[in-house]
Antibody
Framework: QVQLVQSGAEVKKPGASVKVSCKAS????????ISWVRQAPGQGPEWMGW????????DYAHKFQGRLTMTTDTSTNTAYMELRSLTSDDTALYYC?????????WGQGTLVTVSS | DIHMTQSPSSLSASVGDRVTITCRAS??????LNWYQQKPGKGPKLLIY???TLQSGVPSRFSGSGFGTEFTLTISSLQPEDSATYYC?????????FGQGTKLDIK
């Protein structure tokens, strides 16, 4: 079955970076994009950006430009999301999702906690 | 950016009730509208895409309609397992914005 499995929880200090992985299985990885969505505690989902696994084209939400990098490794069917210069406002669950015009399926989520 | 507004923000209904949630877009998005269900401690689950197409495996009591700027998600006969938060999301353009959510409780 189509599945996205994310890396484990992270605890980071303010100013640090975090890199989350998302390993896809059960479909042709290069036929879809991967979107990254985060959800702060008690808040709704926030779309961060997406990357085409076919050609690497990228589109980031404006608020993350300059400190967000998305990449893919087609040899391992894995997508990566790196967020730099972390602050406490970045504490959230981070999800990857297969994007074919709608987000399905979603990974299990990776909790990133930013705390001094 | 396209702003998505859901109403109501929360509602409480009884088993068997017909429930409707509305989502409005700040500009026309044609039928590029998706609905997700999220239960506590879980990630969102796709229910409907393209405004009205039911995702495989989703019960037929869920339906979606609308075009342009106004959309609805309807649950024809509410079941206890439908207690969740529901989000709309537009995929017309980036950033792919979400509504603020509708929290549905069972009386």
């Amino acid at each position: 079955q189509v599945q996205l499995v994310q890396s484990g929880a992270e605890v980071k200090k303010p100013g640090a970076s975090v890199k989350v992985s998302c390993k896809a299985s059960g479909y042709t990885f290069t036929s879809y994009a991967i979107s990254w969505v985060r959800q702060a505690p008690g808040q709704g989902p926030e779309w961060m950006g997406w990357i085409s696994a076919y050609n690497g084209n990228i589109d980031y939400a404006h608020k993350f430009q300059g400190r967000l990098t998305m990449t893919t490794d087609t040899s391992t069917n894995t997508a990566y999301m790196e967020l730099r210069s972390l602050t406490s406002d970045d504490t959230a669950l981070y999800y990857c999702a297969r994007d074919g015009g709608w987000l399905d399926p979603w990974g299990q989520g990776t909790l990133v906690t930013v705390s001094s | 950016d396209i702003h998505m507004t859901q109403s109501p923000s929360s509602l409480s209904a009884s088993v068997g009730d017909r429930v409707t949630i509305t989502c409005r877009a700040s500009q026309s998005i044609n039928n590029f509208l998706n609905w997700y269900q999220q239960k506590p401690g879980k990630g969102p689950k796709l229910l409907i895409y393209g405004a009205s197409t039911l995702q495989s495996g989703v019960p037929s009591r869920f339906s979606g309609s609308g075009f342009g700027t106004e959309f609805t998600l309807t649950i024809s006969s509410l079941q206890p397992e439908d207690s969740a938060t529901y989000y709309c999301q537009q995929s017309h353009s980036t950033p792919r914005t979400f509504g603020q959510g509708t929290k549905l409780d069972i009386k």
